[in-house]
Nanobody, 124 residues
Framework: QVQLVESGGGLAQPGGSLRLSCTAS????????MAWFRQAPGKDREFVAVVNWSGWITYYADSVKGRFTISRDNTKNTVYLQMNNLKPADTALYYC?????????????????WGQGTQVTVSS
């Protein structure tokens, strides 16, 4: 059974940083796309960032480009999201997800496994 466990969320001040981690278990993920999505209260789940199976290809939502960095360590089945220069608009529940593809999908329906989410709150 696939399980994804996120950690690293919390409270940060505007301009601050947080690093999210998501560790997957249950099978091998070295050929899967791994991504981060987020959902704020009253809003739809939105794409944040995706990294391909090798870690060489990444894509970001325009709203986080230049501030967030996604990376992965296949030896640890873990994907990371380094978030810098945080803004109040980044406040949301952040989810990691895995898709069995060598592509880099950006829509939630392409992902078959999800974590439980970790809350990020940006406030002074």
């Amino acid at each position: 059974q696939v399980q994804l466990v996120e950690s690293g969320g919390g409270l940060a001040q505007p301009g601050g940083s947080l690093r999210l981690s998501c560790t997957a278990s249950g099978r091998t993920f070295s050929e899967d796309a791994m991504a981060w999505f987020r959902q704020a209260p009253g809003k739809d789940r939105e794409f944040v960032a995706v990294v391909n199976w090798s870690g060489w290809i990444t894509y970001y939502a325009d709203s986080v480009k230049g501030r967030f960095t996604i990376s992965r360590d296949n030896t640890k089945n873990t994907v990371y999201l380094q978030m810098n220069n945080l803004k109040p608009a980044d406040t949301a529940l952040y989810y990691c997800a895995v898709a069995r593809t060598r592509h880099t999908p950006m829509i939630p329906d392409s992902y078959e496994s999800w974590g439980q989410g970790t809350q990020v709150t940006v406030s002074s």
